[in-house]
């Protein structure tokens, strides 16, 4: 049974870091293409905000290039999603899955900033 279980959220500053995990299990985790999702209102859809693949190539959506890095440990299953110079704008539930959405979400781990 696939399980995605995401973490890493709180309540922060405005221009501080900070880096949120996403651990897999059930799933052949290093050949897949993984990618971090965020939502700002439970009644809107999630928004892809960076991917990498199997082999490590990155992409990132245009408003996170330079702040949002995406990264991975093969060996741990797990996705990491390190934000650096948090804005407001960034406040958010943000969750893991497969770039083709097609896993059961997780619960997300939740990322207030405040100013």
């Known amino acids: 049974q696939v399980q995605l279980v995401e973490s890493g959220g709180g309540l922060v500053q405005a221009g501080q870091s900070l880096t949120l995990s996403c651990q897999t299990s059930?799933?052949?985790?290093?050949?897949?293409?993984m990618a971090w999702y965020r939502r700002h209102d439970p009644l809107e859809l999630r928004d892809l905000v960076a991917?990498?693949?199997?082999?490590?190539?990155?992409e990132y959506e245009d408003s996170v290039k330079g702040r949002f890095t995406i990264s991975k440990d093969d060996a741990k299953q797990t996705l990491y999603l390190h934000i650096a110079s948090l804005e407001t704008s960034d406040t958010a539930a943000y969750y893991c899955?497969?770039?083709?959405?097609?896993?059961?979400w997780g619960q997300g781990t939740l990322v207030a900033v405040s100013s």
């Open positions: 991917s990498i693949t199997g082999g490590g190539s990155t």
């Open positions: 899955n497969l770039k083709e959405r097609i896993l059961p």
């Open positions: 059930g799933l052949p985790f290093e050949s897949r293409h």
